[in-house]
């Protein structure tokens, strides 16, 4: 085999092996990614599941009194919004 060949193969491998090494790192990076993205879906959830413990006392509460509780539940629905904005935005990044 010419030493221009060997070189070359060389070098192709260099790259396989740089290659393999990224891929790697991308994979643990995902992992990460996942896992911080389950534990903001659990977080929603539990704000989720707040508001409809809420809305439910806000149905048993009298009609003098049920405009004191919409200052929470509503400071509750913008909390929910602004978590989904911001799980969604690096979603929506990889949408084709």
Do not use: C
Request: net charge negative; glycine share 8%; proline share 2%.
């Amino acid at each position: 085999m010419s030493e221009m060949k060997q070189t070359y193969i060389a070098s192709v491998e260099a790259h396989i092996i740089d290659a393999a090494t990224k891929l790697g790192e991308l994979m643990g990076k995902g992992d990460n990614v996942k896992a911080e993205f389950h534990a903001q879906v659990a977080i929603l959830t539990a704000q989720r599941d707040a508001l409809v413990a809420m809305v439910s006392t806000l149905k048993e509460t009298g009609e003098e009194s049920w405009h004191e509780l919409t200052s929470g539940i509503d400071s509750a629905v913008d909390t929910l919004k602004a978590g989904f904005a911001v799980i969604q935005a690096p979603i929506g990044a990889l949408a084709p």
